[in-house]
């Protein structure tokens, strides 16, 4: 499976853009980068998929290198309530079924 | 609205005992549903990946015999958290598939 990795943590200031930075360097092909975020004590939320395309959304952008072995994922205009940890994953297909594998995630801090 | 429905949200139990979580994808079949555990302050574990009308398979290192699964119809998996200890206190989360990945609100399980 593709590894991601990113910035254990990071503070934006409210109102300004979060870019949050994701490396996937040996995805393959076929598979997707997907972001979640996760607000203490509640179960993740999905925020944006794409595949080789920049993609956006109402919650978010997400910019795909062209080599795709990066990404960055964008909240455009960052409140308090973004305050959560973001994980990027690399969407595997195995036997039992595109299972989502979570790593550490970006803890991002929105201060005011 | 949410699409996977987690029940209960807390639960705390005596040591020895069973505790069930309950699974419920509401507006879609879900013939295949995860379930992850999550200690404080670290990344969600796949724990098992539930089938319905089948055997569970559970990730290494998962005994399965002390969490027991079962998905039984399209829309209900349950986690079944047997002769719990205090080791197992921890925050369960249930997630069902589609083009992209649905959670529970997870069960945040104390063992006293």
């Known amino acids: 499976d593709a590894k991601t990795t990113q910035p254990t943590s990071m503070d934006c200031a409210e109102g300004r853009a979060a870019n949050l930075p994701c490396n996937h360097s040996?995805?393959?092909?076929?598979?997707?980068v997907y972001w979640y975020r996760q607000i203490h004590s509640q179960g993740p939320q999905y925020i944006i998929h794409g595949l080789k395309n920049n993609e956006t959304n109402e919650m978010a952008s997400l910019i795909i290198t062209e080599d795709r072995k990066s990404s960055t994922l964008i909240l455009p205009h960052a409140t308090l309530r973004d305050t959560a940890v973001y994980y990027c994953i690399v969407r595997r297909k195995g036997e039992y079924g595109n299972k989502l594998v979570f790593g550490a995630g970006t803890i991002l801090r929105v201060k005011s | 609205g949410a699409v996977v429905s987690q029940h209960p949200s807390w639960v705390i139990c005596k040591s020895g005992t069973s505790v069930k979580i309950e699974c419920r994808s509401l507006?879609?079949?879900?013939?295949?549903m995860f379930w992850y555990r999550q200690f404080p302050k670290q990344s969600l574990m796949l724990m098992a990946t539930s089938n319905e009308g089948s055997k569970a398979t559970y990730e290494q290192g998962v005994e399965k015999d002390k969490f027991l699964i079962n998905h039984a119809s399209l829309t209900l998996s349950t986690l079944t958290v047997t002769s719990a200890h205090p080791e197992d206190s921890s925050f369960y989360i249930c997630?069902?598939?589609?083009?992209?990945?649905?959670f529970g609100q997870g069960t945040r399980l104390t063992v006293v």
């Open positions: 040996t995805i393959s092909g076929n598979e997707y």
């Open positions: 507006d879609f079949q879900a013939t295949t």
């Open positions: 997630s069902s598939l589609r083009t992209e990945a649905f």
